[in-house]
């Protein structure tokens, strides 16, 4: 049911009505998280063109991942405004670049690259250099931003302020970069970030491509414009062609993606770009309860205060602070456990009560700095029988069993073409991995079936839903979904990265293993890394409409192995909440304290584990870690990459 312009508007309060009924552009969204940034652009959008300003197909909407290009689709299309082009960058672009490629270049378009590390590899032995795994996932890391920050090879050597690699020099991590791009040219390969490179180049050389790309596109909006790249900003540039139909919007205190070349001074700076510029500000939270809101001022108004004791402090944006229009819920829990294990179960149990007390378990989730840590509480939740999910399920029909599941569904409706669903979707996918009973171990058996498993309860809702619903329609309806990308939700709790759960909210949020080395994360040395540290912990806490709690375990195993001290973000938060600081005496009580423990000077950069041996603390890494101290870092990486090309 479509709304009234009027009707649009009514639902929205006075500054994001400004907003919303600001229908020409430059304008600026400056708001903290929760404050209805993303409804406020949704409905500017929806007004604009049930009152017929816009045309919608004449406006491009630019979203952060592809889950938050199909809400926004939805939302759109049931206030009256469908047709509307609403993607990520990368989407936006990739369709661009299909399209102009035989008029712009000529021939077909390259095969994506998914993973730059083979072509390095190679790339390295044609340059004779000694290279392990590790360091061709840092360089892949490094080439990546070198392109987003619209750096060649030559360019990277000429800039002063880059990042450092742990086994290259710059020199030869350059011709590493020019041999890679050299080797992807003689394949007739593109990775993902040429995409963006390459529309940019086509729209900058070619006036018939631009011309045409700025006639289908008159109005802009981005979404978390604060984590914009400067290759995503070159291409937007590109795209408005020196006019100013552009609407952003954006938080710098959410700058989580800086490693991936992002840059809140556009957000900062967009009133200098665009004199004309309106700013709306946004300060009344709607998404969560006073109780969260006051932590999440509390953790940003800290490192206000330590700017002024810091010497030459990086830039940190004024924090606007958040009012929560919500009634008073519980106290947030912030606990300490004794290990990893001890910590996830208690999660598992709190989560289960909730449940118990009517929160649905798709209005829960744990969150966690690495994706390793996933693992811990996957056990846990199993073990307590409660069904989770975890975040990237949206490329379901990309997974191996998924595929294999729907040939085999078609194999059968064409012997079998009347069968009726439900039972027919249980008896052919037991033969693949599907059970009643859910498995109790965790990891890829756990995954591949609740693969299964969402197909099984898709069967039966369609099946209550259609009458006379066969086998061959439920195969039409999979073909269906898996061209839309339109997977089945899980019924479970949420399990996902912080940097994951960007824009997103549920009732319950679990921040787990905030302990030092995870949170912050060791790697990030300098203050500039500290600083995003503390904006990722920001999202996390305002992902909460009520329930919050932050947990950490003082050892990583049973027995007290691996000792680990609760994260420094937690001390002011600690003083917030009347709760006094844990004594040395309780900390000591998880096991029995290492003889080597005074002599600690480091935490395993992987997994947080404090390091006790000589050796151990050169490599900064622990025995049980095999992974590098970037793997964490590649791995956010590789989750983002995830996000972005699932449309
Ligand atoms: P983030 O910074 O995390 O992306 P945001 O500023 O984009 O947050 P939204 O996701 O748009 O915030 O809104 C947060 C929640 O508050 C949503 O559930 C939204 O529906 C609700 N909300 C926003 N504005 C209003 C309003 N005027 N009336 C009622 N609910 C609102
Ligand atoms: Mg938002």
Not at 622 to 632: G, H, L
Request: hydrophobic share 40%.
């Amino acid at each position: 049911m479509s709304s009234s312009p009027e009707e649009i508007l009514a639902g929205l309060d006075d500054e994001q009505r400004e907003a919303a009924s600001t229908l020409s552009g430059p304008l600026c969204i400056l708001a903290g998280a929760g404050t209805g940034k993303t409804r406020a652009i949704t409905h500017r959008i929806a007004y604009g063109v049930q009152s017929g300003v816009y045309d919608p197909h004449r406006l491009l909407a630019v979203t952060f991942t592809a889950r938050a290009a199909a809400e926004m689709r939805s939302r759109l299309t049931s206030l009256g405004a469908p047709g509307v082009q609403a993607r990520t960058f990368h989407a936006a672009a990739l369709r661009q670049l299909q399209y102009f490629w035989p008029v712009a270049i000529g021939g077909t378009i390259p095969q994506i690259l998914d993973h730059k590390v083979r072509i390095l590899a190679e790339a390295a032995k044609r340059l004779r250099l000694s290279t392990d795994r590790a360091s061709l996932r840092d360089a892949a890391s490094q080439i990546e931003w070198s392109k987003v920050t619209n750096l060649t090879p030559e360019g990277y050597l000429e800039t002063p302020d880059k990042p450092e690699l742990t086994d290259l020099d710059h020199q030869s991590f350059a011709r590493l970069y020019q041999a890679y791009e050299d080797l992807k040219h003689d394949r007739h390969l593109i990775d993902f970030e040429d995409v963006l490179l390459l529309t940019a180049g086509i729209l900058e050389d070619d006036e018939r491509v631009a011309a045409q790309v700025r006639q289908q596109y008159r109005h802009f909006v981005v979404d978390e414009y604060q984590d914009v790249s400067p290759l995503q900003q070159r291409l937007l540039e590109l795209w408005l062609g020196g006019r100013e139909e552009l609407c952003v919007v954006g938080d710098a205190a959410q700058t989580i993606y800086s490693f991936t070349g992002a840059k809140p001074d556009y957000l900062l700076n967009f009133r200098a770009r665009h004199p004309q510029a309106k700013v709306v500000k946004l300060i009344r939270d709607y998404r969560s309860t006073p109780e969260v809101v006051s932590l999440a001022n509390v953790l940003l108004g800290d490192r206000t205060r330590e700017q002024a004791r810091l010497k030459n402090p990086p830039v940190w944006p004024e924090p606007l602070e958040l009012i929560s229009q919500r009634e008073h819920g519980p106290a947030p829990e912030l606990t300490q456990h004794n290990d990893d294990d001890a910590e996830a179960g208690w999660i598992a149990t709190r989560i289960a009560e909730l449940a118990q007390e009517g929160v649905p378990l798709s209005e829960m989730a744990v969150l966690y700095r690495t994706n390793g840590q996933s693992q811990t509480f996957e056990q846990a939740l199993s073990q307590a029988g409660i069904s989770y999910q975890l975040r990237g399920s949206e490329r379901f029909f990309s997974r191996a069993e998924v595929r294999e599941a729907m040939a085999a569904l078609r194999t059968s409706s064409l012997v079998d073409d009347d069968e009726s669903v439900g039972e027919g979707v249980r008896a052919v996918l037991s033969s693949h991995g599907w059970s009643a009973q859910a498995p109790t171990t965790t990891g890829a058996v756990r995954e591949r079936w609740e693969s299964l498993a969402a197909l099984v309860a898709l069967a039966d809702q369609l099946a209550a839903e259609r009458e006379g619903f066969t086998l061959r329609d439920f195969v039409a309806e999979l073909q269906e979904r898996s061209a839309a990308q339109h997977a089945p939700t899980v019924e479970g709790v949420t399990l996902a990265s912080l940097h994951s759960a960007k824009g997103l909210e549920w009732d319950a949020v679990f921040l787990a293993g905030l302990c030092e080395g995870l949170m912050p994360i060791s790697f990030a040395q300098d203050q500039r890394a500290i600083d995003e540290e503390r904006r990722l912990l920001y999202v996390g806490i305002t992902r909460a409409r009520k329930y919050l709690s932050l947990s950490s375990a003082v050892a990583r195993h049973a027995g007290g192995r691996g000792k680990r001290t609760p994260s420094r973000f937690l001390k002011p938060l600690r003083r917030q909440l009347g709760l006094e600081e844990p004594t040395r005496k309780i900390l000591a009580s998880s096991g029995r304290p290492s003889p080597n423990a005074r002599k600690r000077t480091a935490v395993c950069a992987t997994c947080g584990e404090v390091l006790t041996s000589g050796a151990e603390i050169k490599r900064r890494r622990c025995a049980e870690c095999p992974a590098r101290y970037d793997e964490a870092l590649f791995e956010a990486l590789r989750q983002w990459r995830l996000e972005y090309s699932k449309e």
